[in-house]
Structures are given as C-alpha cells and as structure tokens.
C-alpha cells in the first residue's frame, strides 16, 4: 500500500470508473470486502465489524432493493455509517455500566481478541504490511467522526463529492472541509510512511 500516493490531494481529481452491477448480490458480493476493513477501522474489533457490514447489507437488501443500482451504493454506505455510530455509542455506554459494576474488586479482563491470518507468499511484505494497515487505521481512527467518514468515503470507497454528501447526510461544502481536514491530519501523522 503506498500511503503518499493515497494521501496526495491529486488522488481526488480522478474518480474511477465504476461499473453498475447487475443485482444487489452482486453489488453486496463487489462490496463485503471494503466495507469490513471501514467498518474495522471504526470499530477496532473484526466481530463488531462483521456484525455491522451483515445488519447493513441486510438491511440495504431489505428495505431497498427495488431503488436503482446506482442508488445502492450511498445508502449502502449510510446505513453502514449509521450501524457503525450506533455500535460506537453501545460500547460507550456498555463500558460506562461494567466499569461500574467491576468497581466492586473484580479484576475486570477480557479475553484475547482473536484475528484471522492472513496469509501472504513473501514474510517481509506481510509484516510492512501489516504494520501500514495498522498505522493507518489508528490515524484514521483517531480522526473525527465526520472527517473520518469523509476520508472512507471518498478515498477509500471512491464516491464523488455528490455521493458522498448523500451518504453523510450534509452539503457537498462540508464533505471537502472534513476531507481537507481529514487529509491534512493524516499526512501530518503518517509522515514516516511516504
């Protein structure tokens, strides 16, 4: 993964080329894969992660599968933003109440998080890697809300200004401003990787 060509301003002026697919299976089948690493990167748990990308999709499914395909994709990416928020406020309270229910002397450990391997031919790429992965997704992570939802959308995911706004529920103006933001944050942050 090459971080400063992700991260370079002119990396916005080309939007790629997306071809519509043919049925919601197919579009859900083109979009598993990104949407598990967002939502991962919201979350920082691969199972909440899951949980979230397989409510969003059946939802998508659910509700909206007579909209045209060019619609799917924004209201894939909202409701999976909305499931990622709501996930994040859960734990919040959830960590509120059992801190002070274990302040009564229990030691209060969780268990080890399991991750799934993934398993590459070269050992030196696989640790790089892994070790870009992980410094972008706490930079990421660490962003606002907003401007991480901006920095997914439009570099992660590629959407335009236009779907972007649609999906975060604001103004096309707002979307550059989280985004310059968003840009500026993690260049500074990730100044080691270019």
Not at 9 to 38: D, W
Not at 75 to 100: A, E, P
Not at 169 to 193: F, I, N, P, Q, Y
Request: glycine letters at 8%; charged letters at 30%.
């Amino acid at each position: 993964m090459n971080l400063a060509a992700a991260l370079h301003p002119e990396g916005l002026a080309a939007p790629r080329a997306v071809e519509l697919p043919a049925t919601m299976e197919a579009f859900l089948a083109q979009v598993q894969r990104r949407a598990f690493r967002v939502a991962e990167m919201g979350l920082g748990n691969a199972d909440d992660a899951l949980d979230a990308v397989q409510d969003a999709m059946l939802r998508l499914h659910q509700h909206y599968r007579q909209h045209p395909a060019q619609e799917w994709s924004p209201l894939f990416w909202g409701i999976l933003r909305r499931r990622i928020t709501d996930l994040q406020r859960r734990r919040k309270v959830r960590s509120i109440v059992v801190g002070w229910l274990r302040g009564a002397g229990e030691d209060g450990e969780d268990g080890p998080v399991w991750e799934p391997v993934d398993v590459l031919a070269d050992p030196a790429r696989e640790i790089a890697g892994r070790a870009a992965y992980a410094d972008l997704s706490r930079a990421v992570r660490a962003l606002p809300r907003r401007q991480r939802e901006a920095f997914m959308l439009r570099m992660l995911e590629g959407f335009d200004v236009a779907a972007t706004a649609r999906a975060m529920g604001c103004s096309g103006g707002s979307v550059k401003t989280h985004l310059s933001r968003a840009m500026e944050a993690l260049r500074h942050k990730l100044e080691d990787w270019k």
